[in-house]
C-alpha cells in the first residue's frame, strides 16, 4: 500500500491545439494533472480561467511544469540568460494564479564555450535557482528541480550534482525525480539511495536506455515493479506523474495497480 498520488502531464498532447488539451482533463482517470506552460501551451490569464474552470468541474489539482525550450538557467550571456530568468518568473506568477501545487523546473546546459569557463556554468545556475527560489516563495509556490541527463547538454544528471547544488545554494530545494532521465545516466538506484527524502515529485515513462523516449511504463528497461516498492519502503507520499507519449492511459491504471 502506497500514499503516493497517481497523475499526468499534458506533455503528450502539446501538438493540439490548447482547447482541446483543456476538453481531456475531464477524461484522464485522475485528478493530478501536469500542465506544461511552453509553446503552444503557454499560459495567460484566459487560459487559467480555462483550466480553473475545468478544476472546478471536475475537482483537479494542478502542477504545472515550467517552459523548458530555449531557456538556460546557466547561459554565460547575460541578456539571454535574463531572458530565461524572465520567462521563468512569468511561469511562477502563471503558477500562482492557477493555485498549482508544485512548479517544476529543469536545470541549466552546457555550452559550447563552457570549457573555457570551468564550473561558471555550475555557479551561474545555482544563482538562478537562489533567485526562483526567493520568487516562489513570495507566492508560496513549492518548487521543484528535474534530474536531466548528459547526454542533451544538462546538468544535473547525479545525485551528486545535487549534494553538491545543495552545498552551494543551502536551500532546501525539492527534487523532481525523472525515471527516463536516471535511466538513460544509471542514476535510479542512486538517486533513491542517497536523496530519498529530498524526492517531492515523480516523472514516470520508459525508455531502452538509449534516448528520452517517454514510452509508456512498461514499454523499456526501468523496472517499475522494484520502483513501487521502493516507493512503499520510504513511505513516499506525493506525485507520481505519467509523463509518457504512448500508452497513457494504460502507463496510469499500471502504476495505480502497482502502487495499490
Ligand atoms: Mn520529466
Same mark, same amino acid.
Given at each position: ?43 495567460? #490569464? ?209 502504476? #495505480?495497480?502497482?502502487?495499490?
Amino acid at each position: 500500500m502506497s500514499n503516493a498520488k497517481v497523475g499526468v502531464s499534458m506533455l503528450y498532447c502539446l501538438g493540439e491545439p490548447f482547447t482541446r488539451m483543456v476538453k481531456r482533463l475531464g477524461t484522464m482517470d485522475t485528478q493530478y494533472i501536469e500542465i506544461l506552460d511552453d509553446g503552444t501551451h503557454d499560459l495567460d #490569464k484566459k487560459r487559467i480561467d480555462l483550466l480553473k474552470e475545468a478544476a472546478k468541474s471536475y475537482d483537479l489539482t494542478y502542477s504545472l511544469h515550467a517552459p523548458f525550450a530555449d531557456i538556460n538557467i546557466a547561459s554565460p550571456v547575460k541578456p539571454l540568460l535574463n531572458a530565461s530568468l524572465k520567462r521563468l518568473n512569468q511561469s511562477l506568477a502563471n503558477a500562482n494564479a492557477l493555485d498549482a501545487k508544485m512548479w517544476v523546473f529543469h536545470p541549466g546546459q552546457r555550452t559550447g564555450i563552457g570549457q573555457f569557463y570551468p564550473g561558471a556554468d555550475f555557479k551561474t545556475m545555482c544563482q538562478s535557482i537562489q533567485k526562483l527560489y526567493t520568487q516562489a516563495e513570495e507566492y508560496g509556490i513549492n518548487i521543484a528541480l528535474e534530474n536531466l541527463p548528459a547526454k542533451y547538454w544538462f546538468l544535473m544528471n547525479t545525485p551528486e550534482e545535487f549534494m553538491r547544488m545543495y552545498k552551494e545554494t543551502n536551500l532546501p530545494i525539492g527534487i523532481t525525480m525523472d525515471l527516463g532521465h536516471a535511466n538513460l545516466e544509471g542514476q535510479i538506484q542512486p538517486f533513491f539511495n542517497l536523496l530519498a527524502d529530498k524526492i517531492v515529485h515523480i516523472h514516470a515513462s520508459n525508455n531502452d536506455g538509449s534516448e528520452d523516449q517517454h514510452f509508456g511504463v512498461e514499454d523499456g528497461n526501468i523496472d517499475y515493479v522494484w520502483f513501487a516498492e521502493t516507493l512503499k519502503k520510504i513511505g513516499y507520499d506525493q506525485r507520481v506523474i505519467v509523463e509518457s507519449m504512448h500508452k497513457v492511459p494504460q502507463s496510469i491504471q499500471k502504476l #495505480k495497480q502497482l502502487l495499490s
